[in-house]
């Protein structure tokens, strides 16, 4: 039997292409493996949003010349958002003659016709398209999870958001059809999918492109039907474009979880614009205080970015200032990274690496005590959790997500996994909470 592993970089998109790629590859009679050294067929799906994100791949791309000439028959292959966009391509084409075959996000399901290619010619294949292609059924998926699933609901991003490169590696904003995705969660619940997660760059401007418009609440109504799925999550959202029917959708729909990620970026109004995103702090803070009161318990989530090009002390301490009133429950924060191509990059007032670095780690000080606080808050209440497996370090902890996607430890067995189960909460660190079975 031979066997193919995917090494995933970047966001749940990624993931979820990596699931929909494997269906291709068992199709090819290739089993999966964990262990690299045992692959016959090694995948990267590549991110490119940050830099850091493309220097991970191209390390490990030399890492595996080397296993290549232990192993010569390997077929290596590349793929996903560093491969749609920029100098990175062509560099992997032109001087990593180990790579067998490079295809980009909207080649996924030409993948067989590439395979055969590759297999009838023995020769480097690159396959890169620039427009996507709807026509996909995407039931074909072999998925990480028997219990929760990841469903598209649109592809590419319109935004433009000024530092942002996805928008070059997916393309324009493109919805699929609500048909094909109510179905596609039927079939979830059938299979006993407890959970699902709509995906998509701006999943709040889900339907624009149709041929009979519907909106992402709309959406969300239909899901709401359906039996079995008690759980539906979705990401990401932008606060532009962050109806007060989709409030009103959370508070109503029962199986929407009480979770929701509204990335800000920013805490001041001079680098919101400068980004680009189309929204105030104070509209922002709007949509926090609409939230909390509609959703009861809610938890937010967010993005930040420090250190975008111009970013004086005052503008990051207007950030400080938005985190301590929006009190997130959790949240990313990223270092500011240039992306060739976009706007920020070309723009002046680059913000030295010691300051951005003292400025992150203020930021992070001050949202870990936040959600520490927050987290120890739950401490005594009774909270549902999703069993997703047991622990690494010990197999009799289980680990899984409440619906306010809060990850949560206790002691059980292993049959729990992929039920529902209520856990008291005993304790709380600043990520994760404790607590037993009830
Ligand atoms: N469509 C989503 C996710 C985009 S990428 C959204 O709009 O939120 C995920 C996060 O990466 C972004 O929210 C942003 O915080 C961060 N990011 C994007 N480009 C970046 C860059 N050039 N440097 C640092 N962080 C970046
Ligand atoms: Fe990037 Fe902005 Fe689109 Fe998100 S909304 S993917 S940050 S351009
Ligand atoms: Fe990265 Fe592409 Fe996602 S650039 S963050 S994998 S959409």
Do not use: W
């Not at 690299?36 to 850091?52: G, P």
Request: charged share 30%.
């Amino acid at each position: 039997m031979k066997k193919y592993i995917i090494q995933t970089y970047g966001c749940q998109m990624n993931e979820h292409d990596s699931e929909k790629i494997s269906y291709t590859l068992e199709g090819a009679g290739y089993t999966y493996t964990d262990h690299l050294e045992e692959a016959d067929f090694i995948l990267l799906n590549t991110c490119i949003v940050r830099e850091n994100a493309e220097h991970k791949v191209l390390g490990q791309l030399g890492a595996l010349k080397h296993l290549k000439q232990k192993k010569p028959d390997l077929i290596i292959a590349v793929s996903g958002c560093m491969m749609q966009t920029g100098k990175a391509r062509d560099i992997i084409r032109d001087k990593y003659r180990h790579v067998d075959i490079i295809f980009g996000t909207k080649n996924i399901d030409d993948l067989p016709y590439i395979l055969n290619e590759y297999f009838q010619t023995g020769e480097p294949v690159l396959a890169i398209e620039e427009e996507m292609d709807l026509g996909e059924d995407e039931t074909h998926v072999i998925r990480g999870s028997k219990h929760k699933a990841y469903i598209s609901i649109a592809y590419g991003c319109d935004n433009y958001c000024s530092y942002c490169i996805v928008p070059y590696a997916r393309g324009r904003e493109i919805s699929r059809e609500p048909g094909r995705i109510i179905e596609e969660a039927r079939i979830l619940a059938e299979e006993g999918y407890k959970e699902i997660t709509l995906l998509g760059q701006n999943v709040n401007s889900y339907g624009k492109t149709l041929r009979y418009p519907i909106r992402f609440p709309e959406l969300l109504e239909e899901l709401n039907k359906i039996d079995g799925l008690s759980r539906i999550r979705f990401m990401t959202s932008h606060p532009k474009d962050l109806s007060d029917e989709l409030i009103d959708a959370m508070g109503r729909l029962d199986h929407v979880c009480e979770h929701f990620h509204l990335p800000v970026q920013s805490g001041s109004d001079a680098i919101l614009k400068r980004m680009n995103r189309k929204y105030t702090r104070d509209q922002y803070m709007e949509l926090v205080r609409k939230l909390r009161e509609a959703v009861p318990g809610i938890a937010l989530s967010t993005d930040i970015i420090v250190g975008f090009p111009g970013e004086t002390e005052a503008d990051f301490l207007q950030t400080l200032d938005l985190v301590k009133q929006a009190e997130f429950d959790a949240g990313f924060t990223f270092i500011y990274s240039p992306r060739p191509g976009t706007p920020a990059a070309r723009m002046e007032e680059q913000v030295p690496k010691e300051i951005v670095s003292d400025r992150f780690q203020r930021l992070v000080d001050e949202m870990y005590a936040i959600y520490l606080r927050k987290n120890r808050a739950r401490i005594g209440t009774t909270m549902e959790v999703l069993v997703d497996g047991t622990s690494k370090t010990d197999t009799a902890v289980l680990t899984g997500r409440t619906r306010t996607h809060h990850l949560v430890h206790f002691p059980g067995e292993p049959t729990m996994i992929g039920q529902l189960v209520d856990v008291r909460i005993t304790g709380a660190t600043s990520f994760t909470l404790e607590g037993e079975q009830v």
